[in-house]
């Protein structure tokens, strides 16, 4: 066998491993259950506590203040006041 027979070999087992590496990672990545996900995500979980807890976080980082947290509570659970008249 010659430089190329060697050379070709070992480019063939390279590629082989690397194959046999990605399949492994999507696999696990398939199989991986996200556990830190936002709860709209979760079995049994209503979408709007995955809203609702996303605005409670922005109001703890100072994002938004109380007027604002509480207008938006609102709104999300479908108590917003009506129109105002000007």
């Known amino acids: 066998?010659?430089?190329w027979g060697w050379f070709a070999?070992?480019?063939t087992t390279l590629i082989v491993w690397a194959l046999l590496l990605a399949a492994i990672v999507l696999v696990?990545?398939?199989?991986?259950h996200d556990t830190d996900g936002p709860a709209a995500s979760k079995p049994g979980a209503s979408?709007?506590?995955?809203v609702e807890n996303l605005l409670?976080?922005?109001?703890?980082?100072?994002?938004?203040d109380d007027e604002e947290y509480q207008r938006r509570l609102a709104v999300l659970r479908g108590n917003a006041p009506g129109p105002r008249a000007t």
């Open 1 to 3: 066998m010659g430089a």
């Open 9 to 11: 070999m070992s480019f």
């Open 28 to 32: 696990v990545r398939a199989l991986r």
């Open 47 to 50: 979408p709007s506590e995955g």
């Open 56 to 64: 409670a976080e922005r109001f703890a980082r100072g994002e938004i």
